[in-house]
């Protein structure tokens, strides 16, 4: 990628989110203001419907998670859409959870250790680096200047040698204790050791541990973890496991089927017995699910003005409720938003 | 608060931490290691037991939380000692469980507005700030620099007129988005105005919303909580939230009896019949608890060398399933280490 850095004055006096008379603006009214054009579809192939066993009542329990596309994170992800064609999770089990921390499932005997020797042929660690050549984010990303003061004051506006726009977050977003900056890209939270310079060739990119985020579990060695051990954060971001683990994707509905499993009493959470897993019924892939078509989800595209204007809301709240809109906000707090298709 | 600014060479090439043969050091072997004169015993008075109804199959549920020492919030958590002390919670319940948000407790009649009518005599909501002038802070503070090439570089010493050391956190914990610094006080995450210029008469401080912590639950308008209603945030850090809401204790023992709750499906996320409540039988502060003896905590003074040992390991993990250091950490992902005294 080559850039060439042109600056360009983004007024915003006039908010142009349709704002009911005396309603304040807030992300809730942003998002339900977007226009249809402004969302994304998600690829069938990048949905992951997990049904845990019916509770105890009879209820059912579906998670689905969002895999992550390119350009991050692919060897793990193609591993899992494997094992999910393959049927590998069914009848395995959550055997794991840590508050605070993630809850966790797979085959789950860490007596065979990683990988487990039943993973389909073509399963295996990937030996690879976490981060990914910055140059490798094709698409525009948002670049936005805010100010402490509560306005939304300028954007760099980067066009590369094809003309296409480059954007990402300045002042709100790119503060942060665990990278040079933080922005979104194609819906996700990335950080990179991108900072002033936009066209450093030896800059990295790699995505970011939220809650919901979904984790490749591996053994002490870097390159154990092929994907069909995986967590959820059921937490505070632990932002320190990023670039030490491959993040493969997000929780994107039935988030509390994992949130509220009764915590695991044994060594790192694990369960003490069997009995207190929670059996995995099944886990596909959207595009084989014989009711995929009710799975369709769209997100709001992260480059679009929308979005800009929803991290700038979050990050300076004017919902009756906040007297002191704090003039930031940490990645993680700045949710990208995700809604069934009806 | 008046400070002369002296500067020290703070050399931490050898670790003061005893280190066994082979061992990374880690922050749990750092907190194993600090001596006993390191930890500081909670006053049985800042203690506030809570016990849950038994779960169906009749396990006790005890959720320990610590109220916040002077100068923050002390009306908020002088109400809250009042409403202990009168058994106000008693037969009271938890009513709001939200993913990645709270959960709230109290006497939640959402018709009745707040305060609720029978709180007792002296319990009104505090006309205040939610900030203390940073001047109020009159004990050591821990400032440390921190590079994010992984060693502990050096300290600035403030000593004020009466010759008392000042520390702070830098370069670690000072990055930050929603404010220009923060640091541990007395045990507690703190968020200031404090950045350059510690002797800045303007300056103020608050205390920051984490996971496990615990705030006063209001209305819209500011000064319509008491203490009555209170809420445990069971997310990722809501930091917004803070200098608009009093945060007055965190969970310390027992977090996973409120996190674990099943979420609501009513309106912001309020269980939709009362049958779904999970009912309060006590709440009493340790000092008037017949058993209170045995819920004695102790925490890790945050000026100590341990503590300061103890961040920068959180920020610069060694251990064995660690490849890439962050080099940095969100002052959330520093828990105060606290413990039982057996």
């Known amino acids: 990628m080559r850039l060439a850095l042109t600056l360009a004055i983004f ?34 192939d990048d949905l992951l419907i997990m049904e845990l066993a019916p509770t105890a009542d009879g209820s059912e329990r579906t998670v689905i998670i969002q895999l992550m596309p390119p350009p991050f994170s692919q060897p793990w992800v193609e591993n899992i859409k494997t094992l999910a064609r ?13 508050d605070n921390w993630v809850v966790q499932w797979g085959g789950g005997d860490p007596d065979l250790g990683f990988p487990e020797p039943d993973v389909p042929e073509g399963v295996v660690a990937p030996v690879v680096d976490y981060t990914t050549p910055a140059e490798l984010l094709d698409e525009p990303v948002l670049i936005s200047e ?24 300045f002042d709100v977003v790119r503060v942060d204790n665990f990278a040079q900056m933080t922005l979104h890209y ?10 002033n310079d936009p066209t450093d060739p030896t800059a990295v990119s790699w995505p970011i541990h939220c809650y919901g985020s979904i984790g490749v579990a591996r053994d002490l060695a870097p390159d154990t973890g092929t994907g069909s051990e995986l967590y959820a954060v059921i937490g505070h971001a632990p932002r320190q496991l990023d670039r030490n683990i491959a993040v493969v994707g997000r929780v994107i509905a039935g988030m509390a089927h994992l949130s509220t499993l009764p915590r ?18 099944s886990v596909r892939l959207a595009s084989e699910h014989p009711e995929g078509a009710q799975y369709r989800y769209e997100y709001l595209d992260t480059a ?12 300076n709240r004017q919902d009756d409720f906040y007297a002191v809109p704090a003039g930031g906000v940490d990645i993680c707090n700045v949710q990208v938003p995700v809604r069934l298709i009806e």
């Open 186 to 195: 194609r819906g996700w939270p990335i950080a990179s050791t991108l900072s």
């Open 146 to 169: 805010f100010e402490r003061d509560n306005t939304l004051h300028q954007s760099d506006e980067l066009l590369d040698e094809n003309g296409r726009l480059w954007r990402s977050y």
């Open 86 to 98: 393959a049927r590998w999770w069914d009848g395995k089990s959550i055997y794991r959870s840590v």
């Open 11 to 44: 007024a915003l006096a006039s908010p142009a989110v349709a704002q009911e008379a005396g309603k304040p603006v807030t992300p809730t009214s942003i998002v339900a203001a977007a226009s249809a054009e402004e969302w994304i579809e998600i690829p069938q």
């Open 304 to 315: 679009s003005e929308s979005f800009a204007k929803y991290v700038h809301s979050r990050a």
């Open 264 to 281: 695991g009493t044994g060594d790192y959470g694990v369960y003490e017995s069997r009995d207190e897993d929670t059996p995995i019924a």
